[in-house]
């Protein structure tokens, strides 16, 4: 399966794998991500949302539209039927304007999760270190403020531990003006279980998972991007 989904994507010719594509390694390797499904039609959009329950997040599924909220690719708590063909073919006519030659898969069909503090794991390779991984808080927290630490991959649990505590935005975490607190351990095995999935796979040249939504009882990725090595 896993070997699936990568060579897939050789045989296309591309290196850039697609959030259903990339969520799939991810959840083989042991690693929560929302259950996502490819719908390639509006009907089969509206069959994967009942059977899914409602509200659902829809987004295109492109490998050649990295950014998919920047170009109108995402539609969230999408609440009925006749919404999910409303928010297909706004995303349809955003793309096709936006990215007019855009190889489009279809559309990603996912459940609405429940709010939780946004966190973001990364992984890219350093030309030194080799892989390295990222951890923040999602949102401004790491575009404006690269509020971020980093830890050479294989993490030890002291490092897992450290990297989290270390950032700026930690006390987010601890639940902050009444705010549910995360799980900070889950936290910590989730950077371990990356570090082991990177390690694992050296073709993957880059990794985000971006926003992962930590919650009091565990943590869940609704978005990942993979990049592949150049040559296999
Ligand atoms: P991109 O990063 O390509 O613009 P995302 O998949 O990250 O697109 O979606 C944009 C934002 O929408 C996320 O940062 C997150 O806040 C929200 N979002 C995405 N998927 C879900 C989901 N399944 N449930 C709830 N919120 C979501
Ligand atoms: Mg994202």
């Known amino acids: 399966m896993r070997q699936q989904v ?5 045989n296309e010719d ?17 690693i929560d991500v929302v259950d996502t499904r490819l719908a390639t039609s509006k009907e089969e959009a ?9 509200p659902v997040v829809l987004k295109i599924a492109s490998a050649d539209v990295v ?7 995402v ?20 793309i096709k304007k936006e990215y007019p030659q855009a190889k489009i898969q279809g559309v990603s069909v996912q459940k609405m999760a429940r709010p939780g503090v946004e966190v973001i794991i990364g992984m890219s390779k350093d030309a030194q270190f080799g892989p390295v991984l990222m951890f923040g808080l999602g949102g401004i927290l790491v575009e404006i403020l690269k509020d971020v630490s ?5 993490l030890v649990k002291r490092d897992a531990r450290e990297m989290i505590r270390e950032i700026k935005g930690y006390p987010l975490l601890e639940g902050y003006r009444g705010s549910e607190p995360a799980d900070v351990e889950n936290l910590e095995e989730l950077l371990l279980k990356i570090s082991d999935f990177v390690e694992k796979n050296p073709d993957i040249k880059e990794l985000d998972l971006n926003p992962i939504f930590a919650y009091k009882d565990g943590a869940v990725a609704v978005d990942a991007r993979a990049v592949l090595e150049n040559t296999p």
């Open 6 to 10: 990568i060579e897939q994507a050789r």
């Open 14 to 30: 591309r290196t850039l794998l697609t959030e259903i594509e990339a969520k799939e390694l991810l959840k083989q390797a042991g």
């Open 46 to 54: 509206i069959s994967i949302s009942q059977e899914l329950g409602f």
């Open 67 to 73: 950014h998919k909220s920047d170009a109108g690719g």
């Open 75 to 94: 539609k969230l708590d999408v609440k009925t039927a006749k919404q999910v063909g409303k928010a297909y073919d706004d995303i349809m006519k955003a």
């Open 150 to 154: 980093f830890r050479i991959v294989p």
